[in-house]
């Protein structure tokens, strides 16, 4: 993977850990088997490690929870972040797999799943999960980012991908990157360039908004 797409790839994962609990969308699934008590404990203490930088301890508590059928899902979603960050798709894909099965109602799981469909060049199934993403929750303008690379990839729709990434760049400048890419190999250099500009620009932008 080149330089470019890591830097994509981070700002697209982010997505994710915040997602996994006290998110705005609740689905019929949680509701019929709710993340508490000691469930709910494993999955916070994950993310707690996850944000301290123990990584390790996080995954040991994630494999753990892995076996109680409640947090499994929530569990495996968050493990394939981890295994996605540090380049093992295979792993990712299908933890993925069986976490969308159990919580469909989930758009950031969805959305995840379309990106690692996306590293494995599986566009059309990509398509299919992003789609699903953006109908549980259409204001997220990382999983509309990851539609854009979708149709790149596909190759048949690019003025419709440019659009989304153009509007998805001012909160996620990693957009902007995927841009300078399809520019890049477009042979358009000035655009190309415009769109690293944008990107430095954009991400110092946040950086001082924080």
């Known amino acids: 993977m080149s330089l470019i797409l890591r830097f994509v790839f981070l700002s697209i994962l982010v997505l994710t850990l915040s997602a996994q609990s006290g998110a705005n969308v609740v689905s019929v699934e949680e509701l019929r088997n709710p993340l508490t008590g000691e469930s709910l404990r494993a999955i916070v203490k994950a993310q707690e490690h996850l944000k301290s930088g123990q990584r390790e301890r996080a995954m040991d508590e994630l494999r753990h929870s892995m076996s109680d059928p409640v947090a499994m899902p929530y569990a495996a979603s968050m493990l394939a972040v981890e295994h996605l960050r540090s380049g093992q798709v295979d792993a990712a894909l299908g933890e993925l797999e069986q976490a969308v099965q159990l919580l469909p109602g989930r758009p950031e799981i969805h959305s995840n799943l379309a990106y690692a469909l996306f ?10 999960e992003v789609r699903k993403a953006l109908r549980l929750d259409a204001g997220k303008p990382k999983t509309r980012m990851v539609l854009g690379m979708l149709l790149l990839q596909q190759g048949s729709h690019d003025d419709e991908a440019v659009q989304l990434l153009q509007a998805a760049a001012d909160q996620v400048p990693g957009a902007h990157l995927v841009l300078a890419t399809h ?4 042979g358009k250099a000035p655009e190309a360039e415009r769109e690293r500009r944008a990107y430095s620009i954009t991400s110092m932008g946040l950086l001082a908004g924080k």
Request: net charge positive; aromatic share 8%.
């Open 119 to 128: 590293l494995k060049g599986q566009t059309e199934r990509g398509l299919l």
């Open 183 to 186: 520019y890049d190999k477009a």
